[in-house]
């Protein structure tokens, strides 16, 4: 069984603070993606990386898959409010990339 | 485009009886999996349909569980009888390359087993 670890669970920072979440495994995945997730809301996804060591830019966020395809992180700069919410990480795995999420990280960004 | 459509959004059932969840996946994607999150637990995998076939149902918890696709379009998952711990957040996504690069999820259903 594939499993994510995903740290930390809860993050309370001041707006323009910097975060990383991170992701972890024992096991390589073919892929990770990044979800955010609002309540009452589906995840929705940011960005997949699919190549060991990659790195994806999308404004102030930075996305990195490690070399060996176990681990990832995710990077905000300068946290904005709007930056609130659950931000999930899920290894992409298996013929039909099926997808094993982590626990999931709620971000509270305060003015 | 439209999204990928759940209903209903929330569900209250007493324990035993039957609830049957729908999902309307985008137009055109093939692909649709239903994930399920319980409480305090990460999102899981229950099922995958390519068009009208089942291709993985490897993370359906029991024999009380039914999903269909008839004609390659929706979906329903069926629970009868409903436990307790059957409540939760069920997820419908759907993807049209398979899901590598990524899903479209939708807003899910409440479940909760009283």
């Known amino acids: 069984t594939q499993l994510l670890e995903q740290s930390p669970q809860f993050l309370s920072i001041q707006e323009g603070e910097n975060l990383t979440v991170y992701c972890n495994s024992s096991?390589?995945?073919?892929?990770l993606q990044w979800y955010r997730q609002e309540p009452g809301e589906g995840p929705v996804l940011l960005v997949t990386v699919v190549t060991g060591g990659e790195v994806k830019k999308l404004k102030r966020l930075t996305f990195q898959f490690g070399d060996a395809r176990k681990d990832s992180s995710l990077h905000i700069t300068a946290a904005q409010p709007g930056d609130t919410g659950l931000y999930l990480c899920?290894?992409?795995?298996?013929?039909?990339?099926?997808?094993?999420f982590g626990k999931g990280t709620l971000l509270t960004v305060n003015p | 485009e439209a999204g990928v459509t759940q209903f209903p959004s929330h569900s209250v059932i007493e324990k035993g009886q039957t609830v049957t969840l729908r999902c309307d996946p985008i137009s055109g994607h093939d692909n649709l999996y239903w994930y399920r999150r319980v409480m305090g637990k990460e999102i899981k995998f229950l099922l995958h349909f390519v068009k009208e076939s089942k291709q993985d149902e490897s993370g359906m918890p029991n024999n009380r569980f039914l999903a269909e696709r008839t004609g390659g379009t929706y979906s329903t998952l069926k629970v009868q009888p409903a436990e307790l711990e059957d409540s939760g957040v069920y997820f419908c996504?759907?993807?049209?390359?398979?899901?590598?690069?990524?899903?479209?999820f939708g807003s899910g259903t409440r479940l909760t087993v009283v």
């Open positions: 096991s390589v995945f073919s892929s």
């Open positions: 996504a759907s993807s049209q390359a398979g899901g590598s690069y990524g899903y479209t």
């Open positions: 899920a290894g992409v795995g298996g013929s039909n990339y099926k997808l094993t």
